[in-house]
């Protein structure tokens, strides 16, 4: 990426962006680079290389999302990895944990590593605050991984869920 295509995308350190995450800097740079044998959270939006250097406000609000996720609930990197991979892959979301279609956490919170990922699809359209919880849902991770929820019906109904939304 050229200087000129960097302007304006919002640029931190790794140091910067790690403290205003409040993550350690070691585990912040494990999200984002992976470390050994485990593998990043999430890609980096400039990639591996530069961004040993910088991080992007896209990166910096993917480790938002990941910091409530793994470190205040307690889900597992490994399943915040496969949620985040699908949807990419199978929804065509770029940067899962940013933006505002959201994910969310369902199952019984007391047992985070029994608990499951989805995300909200995103809208063509823009919607309304109230309207945000209504939109149709899939479940990322765990048996039913690929189930699709309109609303809070079913399954969404009895659980607990608690929403990581854009944080820009």
């Excluded at 912040?28 to 990043?40: D, I, K, N, T």
């Excluded at 944990?97 to 590593?113: M, Q, R, T």
Aim: positive net charge; proline residues 5%; glycine residues 8%.
């Amino acid at each position: 990426m050229g200087s000129d295509t960097l302007l304006g995308i919002g640029l931190y350190t790794p140091h910067e962006a790690a403290r205003y995450v409040r993550a350690d800097v070691r585990r912040f740079r494990r999200w984002l680079y992976g470390h050994g044998a485990s593998q990043p959270v999430f890609e980096p939006q400039l990639g591996r290389e530069l961004a040993n250097e910088l991080v992007t406000f896209l990166d910096f609000a993917q480790a938002l999302s990941v910091q409530d996720v793994r470190l205040n609930v307690g889900i597992p990197l490994q399943k915040i990895r496969e949620a985040y991979r699908r949807a990419q892959e199978e929804y065509q979301i770029p940067y899962p944990f940013a933006f505002e279609h959201g994910i969310f956490i369902f199952g019984n919170l007391k047992d985070p590593k029994a608990c499951q990922l989805g995300i909200y699809l995103p809208e063509q359209s823009e919607i309304p605050e109230e309207e945000f919880l209504k939109r149709k849902q899939v479940q990322l991770t765990g048996r039913h991984k690929g189930n699709h929820f309109q609303g809070r019906s079913g399954v969404f109904e009895e659980a607990q869920i608690r929403c990581v939304r854009d944080r820009g």
